[in-house]
């Protein structure tokens, strides 16, 4: 384990006697309380401890002494391990966010990881596979319609291959998220940054939640996560990120050997969905409004319309 006492000398040494006339160290759950998103906090906050551990960190107002040569070495560290670029890439913000809100506080004098090189990290954004009409037909009736399992699971796939939700986004719908905006009814999503966008809901996924709902009755609890866990649950019931990916989409992904796609997961069906859109009309600008992207350019990787198969110049050759 690495400490706060650095092998090169006194000029890394921060000295607490500098620091005197600072505001103290406010305890990390301040910090924490002011992200929003309960992901995000979970993740930022397991980073926080494993940097505190790594550098001998016993208790927040230790934060001062940290030199940017303590964030290098765990950078390092990281990459020795073996972590991919975009883990270290969040656990470096995690690291940074947490300054930047103690800058603020005049807690520290500056934020060490400024400055820090940071991975690159390849976008998976372009290589995430996007199932054909009839794989994806085929995907949304494998579960069984009467089970509760099954139509829950129904109502899952409906609801990520007809509105292209991230994972964090579906598990994070309350049963008050179907909500009626003049006169149709949308789903409440909330996405990335806490930015709220709204969908309408689409016939075939309305028709399955219904159903879900019916047999599962929690339809007039408003409160209630709208696809609860039927095993090893969250505390409010919730079916967690991981219940999506291993026992929703990769189960039946495997029933019908999808999983041997690359990379096949809750994200091919946003691709599924972004690119069915795009190939049949929709306006690439309202594409990255219904996906919740900041950029454009993120939408235009699922944009495939100039390299359909059907188009290519092999079916032109005849002799």
């Given at each position: 384990?690495?400490?706060?006492?650095?092998?090169?000398?006194?000029?890394?040494?921060?000295?607490?006697?500098?620091?005197?006339?600072?505001?103290?160290?406010?305890?990390?759950?301040?910090?924490?309380?002011?992200?929003?998103?309960?992901?995000?906090?979970?993740?930022?906050?397991?980073?926080?401890?494993?940097?505190?551990?790594?550098?001998?960190?016993?208790?927040?107002?230790?934060?001062?002494?940290?030199?940017?040569?303590?964030?290098?070495?765990?950078?390092?560290?990281?990459?020795?391990?073996?972590?991919?670029?975009?883990?270290?890439?969040?656990?470096?913000?995690?690291?940074?966010?947490?300054?930047?809100?103690?800058?603020?506080?005049?807690?520290?004098?500056?934020?060490?990881?400024?400055?820090?090189?940071?991975?690159?990290?390849?976008?998976?954004?372009?290589?995430?596979?996007?199932?054909?009409?009839?794989?994806?037909?085929?995907?949304?009736?494998?579960?069984?319609?009467?089970?509760?399992?099954?139509?829950?699971?129904?109502?899952?796939?409906?609801?990520l291959l007809f509105h292209g939700l991230r994972r964090a986004e579906l598990c994070s719908l309350d049963v008050a998220d179907i909500q009626e905006r003049r006169g149709v009814t949308h789903l409440r999503i909330q996405g990335k940054g806490g930015k709220l966008r709204y969908l309408p809901l689409h016939p075939a996924a309305a028709d399955r939640i219904k159903a879900y709902l019916d047999q599962?009755?929690?339809?007039?609890?408003?409160?209630?996560?709208?696809?609860?866990?039927?095993?090893?649950?969250?505390?409010?019931?919730?079916?967690s990120d991981q219940g999506v990916y291993a026992n929703v989409v990769r189960h039946y992904g495997r029933q019908l050997g999808l999983d041997a796609l690359p990379l096949f997961g809750p994200h091919?069906?946003?691709?599924?969905?972004?690119?069915?859109?795009?190939?049949?009309?929709?306006?690439?600008?309202?594409?990255?409004?219904?996906?919740?992207?900041?950029?454009?350019?993120?939408?235009?990787?699922?944009?495939?319309?100039?390299?359909?198969?059907?188009?290519?110049?092999?079916?032109?050759?005849?002799?």
């Open positions: 384990m690495s400490t706060l006492k650095p092998a090169s000398g006194d000029a890394l040494q921060m000295r607490r006697q500098a620091f005197a006339q600072l505001a103290e160290v406010p305890a990390e759950v301040e910090w924490f309380a002011n992200l929003d998103n309960e992901r995000t906090r979970r993740a930022y906050q397991g980073d926080l401890k494993e940097f505190m551990a790594f550098s001998g960190l016993s208790s927040p107002d230790e934060f001062r002494l940290v030199a940017r040569a303590h964030v290098l070495a765990w950078r390092a560290d990281l990459e020795q391990r073996g972590l991919s670029g975009a883990s270290i890439r969040r656990k470096l913000a995690a690291l940074s966010s947490m300054f930047e809100y103690l800058c603020e506080r005049n807690a520290v004098t500056h934020n060490p990881v400024k400055g820090v090189k940071r991975p690159k990290v390849d976008t998976y954004e372009g290589k995430t596979p996007a199932l054909a009409d009839g794989q994806a037909r085929q995907l949304l009736d494998a579960p069984d319609a009467k089970t509760l399992k099954g139509k829950r699971d129904r109502a899952i796939l409906a609801v599962a009755g929690h339809g007039q609890a408003q409160n209630a996560p709208l696809f609860r866990a039927l095993r090893n649950a969250t505390s409010d019931g919730r079916l091919a069906m946003r691709a599924t969905a972004a690119t069915n859109a795009l190939e049949n009309g929709a306006d690439i600008a309202k594409v990255q409004e219904w996906l919740g992207h900041a950029n454009i350019q993120t939408t235009r990787i699922y944009d495939r319309r100039q390299s359909r198969p059907e188009d290519s110049p092999t079916f032109k050759v005849a002799y």
